[in-house]
Every structure is written in structure tokens, then in C-alpha cells.
């Protein structure tokens, strides 16, 4: 079972990825083994396995930074679609 459990959550990490890539945004995985201590603080136990990140890059930024060590920036974007119908 726990075999099944890897391979599945393996799968759906690499679907998210791809589907998140071709829909133009960046993506990062987290192996939350590690800093287990820190995960569970932010998330609260339970448990977790891996993380995925998706949004856009902030290219003022090193994405090795640690969220603790820095305000975290959000920026925005704002989409303007015109639908024309004919």
C-alpha cells in the first residue's frame, strides 16, 4: 500500500506540473520531509508529503530565499478580456 501511495502521489505532483506549465505558470516542488518541524508550524500536523508551488516568478527574488527570512510580495496581475460577439 504505501508503495501505491508513493507512485500515486508522484503522478498527480507530475500532472499538476504540467498542466500548471502549459497553462504558463512556474511551478516548485518541496519535499516536505524536510524541516518537518517548520511545516507542521505553518500547516498544523498532519500529514503532508510533498508541497507545489504555482504562480508567477518574482525575478527580485532568489528562489532559494526561505519565506521566513523576507516579507513576502504578492504582486498582481490584473487580466482584461473583450469578447466581441458576432
Not at 508529503?49 to 504562480?55: F, H, K, L
Not at 527574488?61 to 487580466?79: A, C, L, M, T
Amino acid at each position: 500500500a504505501k508503495e501505491d501511495e508513493e507512485k500515486s502521489v508522484g503522478i498527480a505532483i507530475g500532472y499538476l506540473a504540467l498542466s500548471a506549465n502549459i497553462l504558463g505558470y512556474r511551478t516548485g516542488v518541496y519535499n516536505a520531509q524536510h524541516r518537518r518541524d517548520e511545516i507542521e508550524d505553518i500547516l498544523g500536523e498532519g500529514k503532508v508529503i510533498n508541497m507545489m508551488g504555482i504562480g508567477y516568478q518574482n525575478y527580485d527574488k532568489n528562489i532559494r530565499q526561505h519565506h521566513y527570512d523576507d516579507r513576502i510580495v504578492y504582486p498582481s496581475f490584473e487580466k482584461s478580456i473583450e469578447v466581441i460577439d458576432k
